[in-house]
């Protein structure tokens, strides 16, 4: 199983990026994606999950300014990212969830100056 995430970098605070997790070796279908990030110093947090059904949930952090979703046809995850501020910056990882299988992906890394 591979979870390749990508899509990070530098952004002003206010600007947009949007991340990107490729899935291999599973039915992605099947599974609830997730977000998480880590910031410097701190725990790892959840941010959003979509579920196989196409159900949306945030951290209220996030919520209204980040967007997750998903194309099982391209087994890819996604999370658009607005309003960008510097409390955004961290490691950007996704996850599979099935039951009791969970898979996690390398991060990507986010920076948002001020």
């Known amino acids: 199983v591979q979870l390749q995430a990508s899509g990070g970098g530098l952004v002003q605070a206010g600007g947009s990026l949007r991340l990107s997790c490729a899935a291999s070796?599973?039915?992605?279908?099947?599974?609830?994606m997730r977000w998480f990030r880590q910031a410097p110093g701190k725990e790892r947090e959840w941010v959003a999950t979509i579920t196989s059904a196409g159900t949306t949930n945030y951290a209220d952090s996030v919520k209204g300014r980040f967007t997750i979703s998903r194309d099982n046809g391209k087994n890819t995850l996604y999370l658009q990212m607005n309003s960008l501020e510097p409390e955004d910056t961290a490691v950007y990882y996704c996850?599979?969830?099935?039951?009791?299988?969970?898979?996690w992906g390398q991060g990507t890394k986010v920076t948002v100056s001020s």
């Open positions: 996850d599979a969830a099935l039951g009791v299988y969970n898979y």
């Open positions: 070796g599973i039915i992605f279908s099947r599974y609830a």
